[in-house]
């Protein structure tokens, strides 16, 4: 039984309680939910549905409670109820019915722990958007692990998501990266603005390949050539090298489509129409004071030309123009001021902010050497990149180790602890297990134990107290899931396959053989062991997908 399954019984007998005593049945909620109580002596699940009716229809939380365990308790499947406090209930599942459970995640395979809990919400989750200036470091490494945890979170969880790669080829930024380029084909110094690095010159080379005749250009001539040509091998290197990590997005926007399609005048338009813009010193502003901003912004300079911001407001609004009911967008820690004046534009526009807006910071992460952190890249001269991290740990440990924090959080990647063979490294801690539960199959199958037919599964034979142990830490797979997609959290699922399954895995497997031993006959108890390994190694990996981890079948 699912704690799906037990949250219906549990509203079905409250149903029966409502009919008895002729309540008010419009006071039952749609849906309920059990949880696993922080004692395990205190039951396999827990409700406090009593306590939540007890106001609403006028009945004591314990009485109430009491006629509840006495309905629940004349379910199948549920062993007891207890009440406890004021008016709590404690669950206990017999062994038949928890052990159903193997066979349903074994049965739903990769479909085991999605939900339709966030159906009917169209999201734009935008991160990384690295300016295309050099390779992507590692503070963009973060949101590109995270943001696409959290996009297979999202879809798990029924979302209609698009992912979004926000392209900034237009401004001034781009400038001194051509000018830089520029310098670099002429041997020159850096530009006091410009930007160092030996992937400079490699660039710099390869334009000046596709066109020898480049330098004999005037200096403006040959600078649009490396910005255009420049701009577009550097966006093809990020490209590719988080391809290589795992993330592709389904839509790469330029910034400089906003400007030659007229939307950012069109923002202005939609602005004034909503009356929050005025003219001062020549310039064209957006009243962002009136909600919340700690001043107003200007979107078009005395002399015309538009600022950073304008172009911000045209992109929100080009996101909600393609029906995105919900703009999320990932930025690194320096633009944490960015997060008032962006809430108080959409308020501008007419949208809810915090219904149409939402903001993710990420915070700082270190790698570290010898105890030390690795100050600047061989390649980029002044930042540790993506391949540098990969480099030194690999992709799925990369990945795991920066999705596995709260993203709110400094944090430190030790390359000696994420490069090691052993429990103290989480990654390895958990593929262990994916290979192990793989590994065991594999062996069961060579000695003749196959799990059999579902019709003939003895579930009621997982009756040890670790087996039970790994059932509920795999049943909460589904609730995880959801709180991780809800809270924009993917920690919470590396923390979850770490401290409840893999842990919970390893003492069913040192207290719970599962393969036969030498001669030893195949028997029921064998055969219902190796679905609950089967049903481990789903959840694993279910998991690790959720991470964009591979679980492996050796190591």
């Known amino acids: 039984m699912t704690p799906a399954e037990l949250a219906s019984v549990v509203l079905t007998a409250a149903h029966a309680v409502f009919t008895d005593r002729g309540l008010d049945h419009a006071a039952l909620p749609e849906r309920t939910a059990v949880e696993r109580p922080r004692n395990p002596e205190h039951g396999d699940y827990a409700s406090t549905l009593a306590l939540q009716l007890s106001k609403k229809v006028g009945v004591p939380p314990r009485e109430l409670a009491a006629a509840l365990a006495d309905e629940l308790g004349r379910a199948p499947g549920v062993k007891s109820v207890e009440i406890a406090g004021p008016g709590f209930l404690n669950i206990r599942l017999d062994a038949a019915a928890a052990g159903q459970l193997a066979r349903v995640i074994v049965e739903a395979g990769a479909e ?54 926000y392209f900034n080829d237009a401004g001034s930024q781009i400038d001194r990266f051509a000018r830089s380029l520029l310098a670099a084909a002429k041997g020159e110094a850096v530009p ?42 550097m966006f093809d290197e990020i490209r590719s090298s988080l391809r290589d990590f795992g993330v592709e997005f389904d839509t790469y926007f330029n910034e400089k489509d906003l400007h030659d399609r007229g939307e950012l005048d069109l923002a202005l338009a939609r602005l004034r129409e909503q009356g929050h813009l005025y003219e001062s010193e020549g310039a064209t502003w957006l009243r962002t004071t009136d909600f919340g901003d700690d001043k107003d912004r200007v979107l078009r300079k005395s002399n015309g030309e538009w600022t950073y911001f304008a172009a911000d407001c045209a992109y929100y609004l080009d996101k909600r123009e393609r029906g995105f009911e919900r703009v999320v967008i990932m930025l690194g820690a320096d633009h944490h001021g960015y997060i008032g004046r962006m809430k108080a534009m959409a308020a501008c526009f007419g949208d809810d902010p915090e219904r149409n807006l939402e903001i993710l910071i990420g915070q700082l992460v270190s790698l570290l050497r010898d105890g030390a952190p690795m100050r600047m890249s061989k390649r980029a001269g002044t930042v540790i990149t993506l391949e540098d991290l990969v480099d030194a740990i690999g992709v799925d440990a990369s990945r795991y180790a920066l999705a596995r924090y709260s993203s709110d959080s400094p944090i430190d990647i030790d390359i000696e602890l994420w490069t090691r063979a052993t429990r103290d490294n989480p990654v390895y801690y958990v593929q262990y297990v994916a290979a192990r539960t793989a590994g065991v199959a594999r062996n069961a199958a060579e000695v003749g134990l196959v799990p059999g037919d579902a019709d003939a599964f003895r579930p009621e034979l997982l009756e040890h107290e670790k087996e039970n142990e790994l059932l509920k830490a795999l049943a909460e797979f589904p609730a995880v899931v959801a709180t991780a997609a809800e809270l924009r959290e993917p920690h919470r699922v590396a923390r979850y396959l770490e401290e409840s399954v893999a842990a919970s895995f390893h003492r069913f497997y040192d207290n719970c053989r599962v393969l036969p031993f030498g001669d030893e006959e195949i028997t029921d108890l064998h055969r219902a062991r190796l679905w609950l390994n089967n049903a481990t190694r789903t959840v694993i990996a279910n998991g690790l997908h959720l991470l964009g981890v591979s679980a492996p079948e050796r190591m």
Do not use: C, M
Request: glycine share 14%; charged share 25%.
């Open 112 to 165: 085991y722990g999605r939900s339709d809990r966030l159906a009917g919400e169209k999201i734009n989750l935008e991160f990384v958007s690295a300016n295309p200036t050099g390779p992507v470091h590692i503070g963009g490494v973060r949101w590109a692990a995270v943001g696409d945890a959290l996009s297979r979170l999202l879809r798990a969880t029924g979302a209609d998501v698009g992912t979004e790669y």
């Open 192 to 233: 006091e603005d410009g930007y160092g690095g030996a992937y400079i010159a490699e660039i710099a080379s390869e334009v000046q390949a596709r066109r020898p005749d480049l330098l004999g250009l005037d200096d403006a001539a040959a600078q649009e050539v490396f910005r255009v040509e420049g701009v577009a091998l």
